[in-house]
């Protein structure tokens, strides 16, 4: 099933996206349907008049009347269509666009499942956990079992150890809206329902993206293949997500989905 879904662009949009693909004379990727090789090459001006894309290349990939799909990115946005190979008066490459453009949507209502695939990790401050709008004083909680305060000796090794007060758990899948991820028994202690953590830190290979509240709307069992070792499921919601994170959010799913290969995804749509 394809968790990419393709919107058409309106012409205002399509001349749009083309012309800035021409002004940054970035890179457009393009191949026969159902050939494997990609051919990635640099744009060197839209011509508007003529609807066409002039490429920096008078390589003769493919025959001049070639039907092709390509593939561009702008501003972590990637966009897809069918041309028509021709050549310049100068024996450049032409792609003329006489076609609809479409954008490759994969965020919001889409997750990304992380595991086992990407290794992504949040951490959670322990000195940050609040229930009902105020701060949670772990030590008084912890005196309802003996469990936990088995855990707290290790927390409080050392007190001024900032460290020792962090919580990382690898995610299981990641959205705009929230996230998910397994844990133990000792950690299933702080991940009670409508519990909140504040900046919660979102590690990736390249970079790492504080959250500022992240909130626990659910926690159930999760049956693991040692029966020996309970463990269980959290859902966590990213509560009033500001707009420039949601972005920056989405934008990094889309980045790491595209690895799934949306080209392949666009030659199921064009079917």
């Known amino acids: 099933m394809s968790f990419t879904y393709f919107s058409k662009q309106v012409p205002e949009e399509k001349l749009s996206r083309l012309t800035q693909l021409g002004q940054s004379k970035g890179a457009i990727t393009v191949w026969v349907k159902g050939d494997k090789t990609k051919h990635q090459l640099t744009v060197n001006e839209y011509d508007k008049d003529r609807t066409s894309l002039v490429l920096n290349s008078k390589d003769k990939i493919f025959p001049v009347g070639t039907s092709l799909l390509c593939s561009f990115e702008l501003r972590g946005m990637n966009f897809f269509g069918q041309v028509t190979l021709n050549k310049s008066v100068l024996d450049y490459m032409i792609l003329e666009f006489s076609g609809d453009l479409f954008k490759a949507e994969k965020r919001n209502s889409f997750r990304l499942l992380t595991f ?21 004083d772990i030590k008084a ?41 397994h844990i133990g028994e000792l950690d299933a202690q702080y991940f009670i ?23 626990v709307v659910y926690i159930v069992d999760y049956v693991s293949s040692d029966r020996n070792l309970k463990k269980f499921k959290v859902g966590l919601n990213f509560t009033n997500l500001p707009t420039t994170l949601d972005e920056k959010i989405g934008k990094k799913i889309n980045q790491l989905l595209r690895q799934i290969d949306s080209n392949k995804d666009f030659e199921n749509f064009t079917k």
């Open 193 to 215: 329902k409508d519990v909140s953590f504040k900046n919660v830190s979102l590690i990736f290979n390249d970079e790492s993206i504080v959250v500022p509240e992240v909130k």
């Open 116 to 136: 086992p695939i990407y290794e992504i990790y949040a951490e959670f401050n322990l000195d940050q956990v609040y229930e009902a709008g105020h701060v949670i």
């Open 141 to 181: 909680k912890s005196s309802q079992t003996a469990l936990f305060k088995n855990f707290l000796k290790l927390v409080d090794k050392k007190e001024d150890d900032d460290e020792s007060k962090i919580m990382k758990h690898r995610l299981q899948d990641l959205s705009t809206s929230g996230m998910s991820l």
